[in-house]
């Protein structure tokens, strides 16, 4: 939380300059004194909820956008994005050593990437919200479409890749102790 507060100086300088508006004139539509809002670009006034609505309003951003959050689409999700080999993650869940749920972005896989599998301990769920998404698991190589899952232990060897031409969109579950999905409704034989 800290490191976000300490963002918002810079943010909010930017946006200021970005739309060519003086401290003066700010001062004047959000009522705050200039001494005030330079404090806050500086970094030596604390940012308080009073003081970033009035600066949303006049700049017409939401107030994650001041502190620099993240857009997840849900506006309850406010987690940082992790990105690794040029995949996002967006942490669904706070729940650590527990079932994770990520919304993951995965980006089309180059032609020189390299096709080792890796194992781990764990227990993954996936479903395929947009794009194509290949998974190798084992002997098994696997082209999943929108609307496809597929489940799989971790320690087996696998490589989630995107063979399209656009980013791919996943959910995915994950257990890092093994915990499994647990499938309570089941179809009609």
Do not use: C
Not at 59 to 75: K, M, R
Not at 80 to 98: A, D, S
Not at 169 to 177: D, K, N, R
Request: charged fraction near 25%.
């Amino acid at each position: 939380m800290a490191k976000a507060l300490a963002s918002v100086g810079p943010q909010l300088r930017a946006l200021r300059q970005k739309r060519d508006i003086t401290l003066t004139q700010l001062a004047e539509t959000t009522g705050i004194s200039v001494s005030t809002l330079s404090r806050l670009e500086s970094g030596t006034r604390k940012p308080t909820l009073e003081l970033l609505l009035p600066l949303a309003e006049a700049y017409q951003v939401t107030l994650d956008e001041l502190v620099d959050a993240p857009e997840t689409g849900d506006p309850r999700v406010r987690q940082r994005p992790i990105e690794r080999n040029g995949h996002i993650y967006v942490p669904l869940t706070r729940r650590p050593g527990g079932v994770q749920a990520f919304k993951q972005i995965i980006p089309p896989t180059p032609p020189d990437f390299g096709m080792d599998q890796q194992t781990h301990e764990g227990y993954e769920w996936l479903y395929v919200l947009s794009g194509l998404i290949r998974l190798r698991l084992g002997d098994h190589d696997i082209v999943l479409t929108p609307g496809e899952a597929a489940e799989f232990d971790t320690r087996l060897p696998h490589l989630v890749l995107n063979p399209g031409t656009e980013p791919a969109e996943i959910i995915s579950l994950f257990g890092p102790q093994g915990e499994r999905v647990h499938v309570r409704a089941r179809p009609r034989p």
